[in-house]
């Protein structure tokens, strides 16, 4: 691999995509990597896994669709974490107590 190109194609592909963080779409790789999970990386992140083939920059629908689920998975997490703490005080109510000379002593 040429040094020189890979660098000049990376400062490439971090000029022409916009924002701080991105998302990128895994693809196969020999070595295991399996292809189709999203991910939200910092831009230089992303653009060498792009350049290196590792990855390709995920389209508008599929970053849009991964927040909904993080977003729903977030929630349920939330509602799982409240569910948890609450905490159950049973109390029960005294007796009326029984007065008067006419008790049953045992």
Request: proline share 4%.
């Amino acid at each position: 691999m040429d040094l020189r190109r890979y660098y000049q194609e990376l400062r490439r592909k971090e000029a022409e995509i916009e924002g701080k963080d991105i998302y990128v779409v895994s693809l196969a790789t020999a070595d295991g990597g399996q292809a189709g999970v999203i991910t939200q990386v910092p831009k230089p992140i992303g653009c060498r896994l792009i350049v290196e083939g590792r990855a390709r920059l995920a389209t508008r629908e599929e970053a849009e669709s991964y927040e909904q689920e993080q977003e729903r998975k977030r929630a349920e997490f939330a509602s799982e974490e409240f569910a948890r703490r609450i905490q159950v005080q049973v109390v029960a109510e005294p007796k009326p107590a029984r007065g008067g000379r006419g008790e049953d002593r045992s």
